[in-house]
């Protein structure tokens, strides 16, 4: 059972756009910044977002992250079915003294 | 840039301990901008974090783990280590190290993001 809620799986078409969405409580997402990773099977996890909104270089501007309140979302445009993979949202929990970080279950993105 | 290798065995018997390290090259260990951490993921499953370690040996673990796992950190090799006792097979995983940034905020110093991640490691535990 993972800290953070993301749905199993999304679809969509090529070309068209998704959203990924990650609920968590006051204690992580709430008023921490929250990362986006992309893992095409087989390889490691890469990062996508973070700082909610941010993306490293690199990353092209089809991916996108927003948050409010106890929930993020990644936004994907324009599809490609090399966008196929799964995605994780993180942060960390305050809910301890030390910050500890925290994933999502992961949501499978397929591009039909 | 950072670049971050695990090895070890790929195969623990039930009940023994697994032992892995990871090689940081492109940059210092002792950074005071890093946290250096562990993450796992089971067969199919999802990320889950073991544990955190800075460079001045502060550790900072997973409360489902923390009775089993272990982490160490070498700067004169510039690698830091897992170990993790009493394994069954429900630690077989693909074990990931990766760098954390720590970041202050509100005078706390957290760990933000993890990047970059190694390749990862399978390790099996049977006998």
């Known amino acids: 059972q993972s800290v953070l809620t993301q749905p199993p799986s999304v679809s969509a078409a090529p070309g068209q756009k998704v959203t990924i969405s990650c609920s968590g409580s006051?204690?992580?997402?709430?008023?921490?910044?929250v990362s986006w990773y992309q893992q095409v099977p087989g390889t490691a996890p890469k990062l996508l977002i973070y700082?909610?909104?941010k993306r490293p270089s690199g990353i092209p501007d089809r991916f996108s992250g927003s948050k409010s309140g106890t929930a993020a979302t990644l936004g994907i445009t324009g599809l490609q079915t090399g966008d196929e993979a799964d995605y994780y949202c993180?942060?960390?929990?305050?809910?301890?003294?030390?910050?500890?970080?925290?994933f999502g279950g992961g949501t499978k993105l397929t591009v039909l | 840039q950072l670049q971050l290798e695990e090895s070890g065995p790929g195969l623990v018997k039930p009940s023994e301990t697994l032992s892995l390290t990871c090689t940081v090259s492109?940059?210092?260990?002792?950074?005071?901008?890093?946290?250096w951490g562990w993450i796992r993921q089971p067969p199919g499953k999802g990320l889950e974090w073991i544990g955190n370690?800075?460079?001045?040996?502060?550790?900072y673990y997973n409360p489902s783990l923390k009775s089993r796992v272990t982490i160490s950190v070498d700067t004169s090799k510039n690698q830091f280590s897992l170990k993790l006792s009493s394994v069954t097979a429900a630690d077989t995983a693909v074990y990931y190290c990766?760098?954390?940034?720590?970041?202050?905020?509100?005078?706390?110093?957290?760990?933000?993001?993890?990047?970059?991640w190694g390749q990862g490691t399978l390790v099996t535990v049977s006998s």
């Open positions: 993180g942060t960390w929990d305050s809910s301890l003294s030390a910050g500890l970080p925290v």
């Open positions: 492109g940059g210092s260990i002792s950074s005071s901008s890093y946290y």
């Open positions: 370690i800075y460079y001045s040996g502060s550790t």
């Open positions: 990766a760098s954390s940034l720590r970041i202050t905020i509100f005078g706390v110093v957290v760990p933000a993001r993890f990047v970059p």
């Open positions: 700082d909610n909104n």
């Open positions: 006051s204690s992580n997402i709430g008023n921490n910044y």
